[in-house]
């Protein structure tokens, strides 16, 4: 696919999905929300992409909405056309998503973060809530993610703030799977999604599934179904023909 503010590279399994607008601290305008949501369409329905990652090229993450945007834009309209297609394709990925995140992240970045299913990140991440800062809610599905994510009362006291914390706080905060130091962090994002994409794909998808079951009943019924395909697999006999010739 043809693309302009992104980068599209396919390796061991692992589809990289690479912000690139870098001069600008990969600010979020149409064509790269419209060419990320295409993207993740094409990484789903590729087999040989088994794990999502999304980065960064340069300094940053992502600085959230390119605030270019004109200012007599209708916001919602921007939300519901540009936005939202592309949050509900990271939502309802079956894939493993993974946040692959360095240097800065905020507003509407750090929302496309946390849509993600882990977090790796570099020690040296900042992490700004900025919304409130221009005078906006948060948006992008930030605010849905944030409450699985940490204690309601601390997610409303720091977007209300809009403080920028360190990689420690949001850690603290539940928003990091990993920290990394940052001078391993390509190579530990690397090998984390390789190894992933390594594993059964029926076994990995299958856990991701299970974790969003609805209630307790439905996780139940669901797990007959997984369980049944995932025993059907080469993956699985071979593991059992393994222990037992031990
Ligand atoms: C940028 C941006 C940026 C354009 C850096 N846009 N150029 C909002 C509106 C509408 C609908 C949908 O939803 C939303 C939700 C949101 O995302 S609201 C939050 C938007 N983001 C922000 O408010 C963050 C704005 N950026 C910053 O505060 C700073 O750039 C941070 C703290 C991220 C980094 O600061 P520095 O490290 O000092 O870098 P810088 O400010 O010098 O930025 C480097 C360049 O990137 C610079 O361009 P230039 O041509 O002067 O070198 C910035 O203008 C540009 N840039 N963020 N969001």
């Given at each position: 696919?043809?693309?302009?503010?992104?980068?599209?590279?396919?390796?061991?399994?692992?589809?990289?999905?690479?912000?690139?607008?870098?001069?600008?601290?990969?600010?979020?305008?149409?064509?790269?929300?419209?060419?990320?949501?295409?993207?993740?369409?094409?990484?789903?329905?590729?087999?040989?992409?088994?794990?999502?990652?999304?980065?960064?090229?340069?300094?940053?993450?992502?600085?959230?909405?390119?605030?270019?945007?004109?200012?007599?834009?209708?916001?919602?309209?921007?939300?519901?056309?540009?936005y939202?297609?592309?949050?509900?394709?990271?939502?309802?990925s079956?894939?493993?998503?993974?946040?692959?995140?360095?240097?800065?992240?905020?507003?509407?970045?750090?929302?496309?973060?946390?849509?993600?299913?882990?977090?790796?990140?570099?020690?040296?991440?900042?992490?700004?809530?900025?919304?409130?800062k221009?005078?906006?809610?948060?948006?992008?599905?930030?605010?849905?993610?944030?409450?699985?994510?940490?204690?309601?009362?601390?997610?409303?006291?720091w977007?209300?703030?809009?403080?920028?914390?360190?990689?420690?706080?949001?850690?603290?905060?539940?928003?990091?799977?990993?920290?990394?130091?940052?001078?391993?962090?390509?190579?530990?994002?690397?090998?984390?999604?390789?190894?992933?994409?390594?594993?059964?794909?029926?076994?990995?998808?299958?856990?991701?599934?299970?974790?969003?079951?609805?209630?307790?009943?439905?996780?139940?019924?669901?797990?007959?179904?997984?369980?049944?395909?995932?025993?059907?697999?080469?993956?699985?006999?071979?593991?059992?023909?393994?222990?037992?010739?031990?």
């Open positions: 696919m043809e693309v302009e503010t992104i980068q599209l590279t396919t390796h061991n399994g692992v589809g990289w999905l690479k912000l690139n607008r870098p001069e600008k601290l990969n600010a979020l305008n149409e064509t790269l929300l419209r060419e990320m949501k295409t993207a993740i369409d094409t990484f789903e329905q590729d087999d040989a992409v088994r794990v999502i990652v999304l980065v960064g090229e340069g300094r940053a993450f992502s600085s959230g909405q390119d605030l270019t945007i004109e200012s007599d834009a209708d916001y919602g309209e921007y939300l519901e056309d540009v939202h297609p592309l949050v509900r394709a990271l939502f309802s079956r894939k493993p998503l993974i946040a692959g995140i360095h240097g800065v992240v905020a507003g509407a970045g750090l929302s496309l973060a946390l849509a993600a299913d882990v977090r790796i990140v570099a020690k040296s991440t900042k992490f700004s809530s900025a919304f409130i221009i005078g906006l809610v948060a948006d992008a599905g930030g605010p849905y993610h944030l409450r699985r994510l940490m204690r309601d009362d601390l997610a409303l006291d977007l209300w703030s809009g403080s920028t914390i360190d990689s420690e706080a949001a850690r603290t905060f539940g928003l990091v799977t990993e920290l990394v130091e940052d001078a391993m962090y390509t190579e530990r994002l690397t090998s984390y999604a390789e190894i992933l994409a390594a594993k059964s794909p029926v076994a990995v998808q299958g856990m991701k599934a299970l974790m969003r079951a609805a209630s307790f009943e439905d996780g139940l019924n669901e797990e007959i179904e997984w369980q049944r395909k995932c025993g059907d697999t080469d993956v699985h006999r071979q593991a059992m023909q393994a222990f037992l010739m031990k």
